[in-house]
């Protein structure tokens, strides 16, 4: 197992657009989670699924925000008419019980 | 929530110094962890530590729980050890601080 894997790693779009992101976890871990990081700053928790369920949603994730995990395997992120407020690194990470462990994060750049 | 604190925001050193990062947490966690943020941006993990101490070469970590604090030591620092460090604590998710910016000078 190569770690939290996530795709793509750089996604440049328009202002309006849609896009998504996906997160492959480590293969036994039943948790996952989505961050935002902006420059300068912590990340900062979006959203958590325990197998596929989603247990819990930040603030943060507006309604353009939505966030599944089918069967509780991977996961997508997907935002909706995208704004340039929402440009930053979005991290995924995954754990059994404890530990979690980051995949490489996708940076999003609105313009 | 939980809040996380760190500190100090940012540090300099001579290459071979020591140093101690601190982090506070306002509430009871399950879970603590290090971090360093390469300049690519991922997190690596350093220590899982909701509490005692350990050790990984030139980095160590102790957490006293009951008063709500870890520390991240790093001894005879290197230039590859500049970057961000982060502190991570919570119960089932975690909260994270701001962050150390660390640079080692040569």
């Known amino acids: 197992d190569t770690g939290v894997s996530q795709d793509p790693r750089h996604k440049i779009t328009k202002r309006g657009q849609n896009v998504t992101f996906r997160c492959d976890p480590i293969?036994?871990?039943?948790?996952l989670y989505w961050y935002r990081q902006t420059l300068g700053q912590g990340p900062e928790f979006l959203t958590y699924?325990?197998?596929?369920?989603?247990?819990?949603k930040s603030r943060l994730l507006s309604d353009r925000f939505s966030a599944e995990r089918p069967k509780g395997s991977f996961s997508t992120l997907e935002i909706q008419r995208t704004e340039q407020g929402d440009s930053a690194m979005y991290l995924c990470?995954?754990?059994?019980?404890?530990?979690?462990?980051f995949g490489q994060g996708t940076r999003l750049t609105v313009v | 929530g939980i809040q996380v604190e760190q500190s100090p925001p940012d540090l300099i050193l001579q290459e071979g110094a020591n140093s101690t990062l601190r982090c506070n947490f306002s509430?009871?966690?399950?879970?603590l962890q290090w971090f360093h943020q390469n300049p690519w941006g991922q997190l690596i993990n350093l220590f899982y530590?909701?509490?005692g101490t350990k050790q990984n070469g030139r980095l160590s970590a102790t957490t006293v729980a009951t008063e709500r604090y870890s520390l991240l030591y790093i001894s005879s620092s290197q230039t590859t050890d500049s970057g961000v460090y982060f502190c991570?604590?919570?119960?089932?998710?975690?909260?994270f601080g701001t962050g150390t910016r660390l640079k080692v000078l040569a």
């Open positions: 530590i909701p509490s």
């Open positions: 991570a604590a919570g119960t089932y998710k975690y909260i």
């Open positions: 990470a995954s754990s059994l019980e404890a530990e979690a462990f």
């Open positions: 699924f325990q197998n596929e369920a989603q247990l819990e």
């Open positions: 509430d009871s966690v399950n879970n």
């Open positions: 293969s036994e871990h039943n948790r």
